[in-house]
């Protein structure tokens, strides 16, 4: 299978828009306490975030319908939905864990969140087409695509380490050994996420842009829809 430009640009430009969104829902109901600089930063001090290890539970168990070769159509759907989602979780983790290291005060911290001229870590768009362009022909197996998820998990854990070692040394700093790590566990998620994406659409035979995902809120709240109907609304 062979994807267009415009597919290929769609599908990094849309990734994006799923990141960013998230990032803004996050400050309502349930996630409201994401907010808060100080909140935040207690968490990693104290080593008590919840998400963190709710995510990599969670992603591990996703990781395991991989070792299934014969899936019926609904059952994969399911399978890459569910992975993609928790792919994005860990990336808007990382950038949320970014800016507590980063801010130098509360108001710095929402800027950073929720306006993303920002520097944020890895760069999505250009990152993923540079990704998209060297997979877009190779079909990936399920064997890689656990592989891969695997080697984002352990660099999660290499990374939320680091900053646990380091809290609040790193606090304020652009720079620091906590965000050099948190930069390599995003760019590892990325390329799951995009193994993930060429993976269903072998499968299923559908376009990147059309592989049904979950939408950018909480798993508890989120519909399916898919990256073109995303895009679409906001363009």
């Known amino acids: 299978m062979t994807y267009s430009e415009s597919s ?5 430009e849309a990734i994006q828009l ?14 409201s306490y994401l907010d808060n600089l100080e909140d935040g930063r207690r968490t990693l001090v104290e080593r008590n975030d919840p998400k963190i ?22 059952d994969s759907v399911q399978r890459s939905r569910n992975v993609a989602f928790g792919a994005r ?15 130098v005060d509360q108001e710095d911290y ?19 087409k540079r990704c998209l362009a060297l ?11 656990k592989i891969s998820g695997l080697a984002a998990l ?26 050099k790590g948190i930069r390599q566990e995003q760019a590892n998620w990325l390329k799951f996420l995009i193994k993930v994406l060429i993976h269903a659409s072998f499968g299923l035979n559908l376009a990147l842009e059309d592989i049904p995902i979950f939408e950018p809120k909480s798993i508890s709240d989120a519909r399916q829809t898919t990256l073109k109907e995303l895009f679409s609304k906001v363009s």
């Open 135 to 145: 997979d877009k022909l190779t079909r990936v197996t399920n064997q890689a695509v």
């Open 53 to 74: 290890g709710n995510h990599a539970t969670r992603m591990s168990l996703w990781l395991d319908a991989y070792d299934y070769d014969s899936l019926s159509a609904e």
């Open 8 to 12: 290929l640009l769609l599908t990094s």
């Open 154 to 179: 352990k660099t999660a854990e290499d990374s939320i380490q680091t900053i646990y070692e380091r809290t609040p040394l790193d606090f304020g700093k652009g720079s620091s050994e906590s965000v």
């Open 18 to 31: 799923w990141l960013e969104q998230e990032a803004a829902n996050s400050t309502f109901d349930r996630n």
């Open 89 to 103: 979780m860990f990336l808007s983790g990382d950038y949320r864990k970014q800016r507590y290291l980063q801010a």
């Open 110 to 128: 929402l800027d950073r969140k929720l306006n993303w001229h920002h520097p944020n870590g890895v760069q999505v768009v250009p990152f993923i």
